[in-house]
């Protein structure tokens, strides 16, 4: 069974940095370089929203929200996704869930991890 756990998020005031780390552990099946990985995120009362993720056709998507803002990178020999956040607006807080999708196109969550941005 594979665990995700994020950590990281905090309180921030606008144009602040954080930095969100996801650990992934567990048996892994496929390549964790190239598994889907990535990062969502859901304000109170909104739906979950994709905020930056590794595709399987081997680039990035992103919001158009965090775009030049926000970086996602991952260390496969940590098992590790990160997502810088920079520039933060009010609008960034939301609670941001780290995603992966394995080879057998099994995905998993974690469990979250609180983002709030003051003005």
């Known amino acids: 069974q594979v665990q995700l756990v994020e950590s990281g998020g905090g309180l921030v005031q606008a144009g602040g940095s954080l930095r969100l780390s996801c650990v992934a552990s567990?048996?892994?099946?496929?390549?964790?370089?190239?598994?889907?990985m990535g990062w969502y995120r859901q304000a109170p009362g909104k739906q979950r929203e994709l905020v930056a993720i590794?595709?399987?056709?081997?680039?990035?998507d992103w919001s158009d929200s965090v775009k030049g803002r926000f970086t996602i990178s991952r260390d496969s020999a940590k098992k590790t996704v990160y997502l810088q956040m920079n520039n933060l607006k009010p609008e960034d807080t939301a609670v941001y869930y780290c995603t992966m999708r394995d080879s057998r196109n099994v995905n998993y969550w974690g469990p979250g991890t609180q983002v709030t941005v003051s003005s």
């Open positions: 590794f595709t399987s056709r081997g680039n990035t």
């Open positions: 567990g048996t892994i099946f496929g390549i964790f370089s190239t598994n889907v």
